[in-house]
């Protein structure tokens, strides 16, 4: 650790030294729950072919591989959605250059806080989770969060989907057999606690952790991008999430849904395509 109030581990340090000694526009990849930032490695190829340096910190404290991570599910436990929102901030702020910010998931909604703290370049934000003031709640949401939810013990817990759970809410969009092949490369443990911020931000008079600011002019250019099949993050939420920051930010806001993708278009197969619209957005404001 680089300090005594540091959160960044020595690998993440590593990584911010390169971009900084890069002359290139730096990437941060955001991941979310049930993933670590190791999924992210072919969209750091792609990008960094692109022209761009990249860098994928952990949540606070992620075990450094899958293998560890599924031997110590207990690590992931009490992760809070601001306290791993201030751990990518304090990245950010050891950058030369504000960053283009790209997340996934809890990944998604973190990107969106990071935006309205108006700290990135240009931001993508995947199938992101809902943030406070996101109202619909589709059916195949709840079922996908009710493996953590059902049980309030959760919200202190690292939990592990089963297949069948990672099947609705994950690959539903995809054979059995990429399925289960993205199962055994890429499932950990997550924690509770962000799905228990997130069911309940509507209800929280103070905002909480979930709340993001969609008015801040220096958020700058915002694509939220959803997948058509998606069970865990609907159209519904992110078509939400994209009409409040539309309505509320002068910066540019623009949607797009990938037809016939579920919840895993960032590690699936398809990745490409919808790296390929991520990379468009981002080339149209860095040179």
């Given at each position: 650790?680089?300090?005594?109030?540091?959160?960044?581990?020595?690998?993440?340090?590593?990584?911010?030294?390169?971009?900084?000694?890069?002359?290139?526009?730096?990437?941060?990849?955001?991941?979310?729950?049930?993933?670590?930032?190791?999924?992210?490695?072919?969209?750091?190829?792609?990008?960094?072919?692109?022209?761009?340096?990249?860098?994928?910190?952990?949540?606070?404290?992620?075990?450094?591989?899958?293998?560890?991570?599924?031997?110590?599910?207990?690590?992931?436990?009490?992760?809070?959605?601001?306290?791993?929102?201030?751990?990518?901030?304090?990245?950010?702020?050891?950058?030369?250059?504000?960053?283009?910010?790209?997340?996934?998931?809890?990944?998604?909604?973190?990107?969106?806080?990071?935006?309205?703290?108006?700290?990135?370049?240009?931001?993508?934000?995947?199938?992101?989770?809902?943030?406070?003031?996101?109202?619909?709640?589709?059916?195949?949401?709840?079922?996908?969060?009710?493996?953590?939810?059902?049980?309030?013990?959760?919200?202190?817990?690292?939990?592990?989907?089963?297949?069948?759970?990672?099947q609705y809410g994950w690959v539903n969009a995809l054979s059995e057999e990429e399925g289960r092949r993205l199962f055994e490369e890429h499932h950990v443990a997550a924690a509770?606690?962000?799905?228990?911020?997130?069911?309940?931000?509507?209800?929280?008079?103070?905002?909480?952790?979930?709340?993001?600011?969609?008015?801040?002019?220096?958020?700058?250019?915002?694509?939220?991008?959803?997948?058509?099949?998606?069970?865990?993050?609907?159209?519904?939420?992110?078509?939400?999430?994209?009409?409040?920051?539309?309505?509320?930010?002068?910066?540019?806001?623009?949607?797009?849904?990938?037809?016939?993708?579920?919840?895993?278009l960032t590690i699936d197969s398809g990745w490409r395509e919808v790296a390929d619209e991520a990379l468009a957005f981002v080339q149209r404001f860095i040179e």
């Amino acid at each position: 650790m680089s300090d005594s109030t540091s959160t960044l581990a020595d690998w993440e340090l590593v990584e911010i030294a390169r971009a900084n000694e890069s002359d290139r526009t730096p990437v941060v990849f955001v991941h979310g729950l049930w993933l670590l930032s190791s999924s992210w490695a072919p969209w750091r190829e792609f990008f960094e072919d692109n022209g761009f340096v990249s860098l994928a910190p952990g949540w606070p404290d992620d075990p450094a591989t899958v293998a560890e991570a599924r031997e110590h599910p207990e690590a992931f436990a009490k992760k809070m959605v601001q306290q791993v929102t201030d751990h990518y901030l304090e990245a950010i702020a050891a950058l030369d250059q504000a960053p283009v910010v790209i997340g996934h998931s809890f990944g998604g909604l973190i990107a969106q806080k990071i935006a309205g703290g108006g700290v990135a370049a240009v931001t993508v934000s995947i199938d992101n989770a809902p943030f406070k003031g996101v109202l619909p709640l589709p059916a195949s949401s709840l079922k996908s969060a009710a493996p953590v939810l059902a049980n309030p013990a959760n919200a202190g817990r690292g939990v592990a989907l089963t297949w069948e759970q990672f099947q609705y809410g994950w690959v539903n969009a995809l054979s059995e057999e990429e399925g289960r092949r993205l199962f055994e490369e890429h499932h950990v443990a997550a924690a509770g606690l962000p799905l228990f911020q997130a069911a309940f931000a509507n209800f929280n008079p103070f905002g909480g952790d979930t709340e993001v600011d969609s008015k801040n002019p220096a958020r700058g250019p915002l694509l939220i991008i959803g997948g058509e099949k998606d069970h865990t993050v609907p159209p519904a939420i992110t078509n939400a999430s994209y009409k409040i920051q539309a309505k509320h930010n002068i910066g540019i806001t623009e949607e797009i849904v990938i037809p016939e993708r579920g919840h895993s278009l960032t590690i699936d197969s398809g990745w490409r395509e919808v790296a390929d619209e991520a990379l468009a957005f981002v080339q149209r404001f860095i040179e």
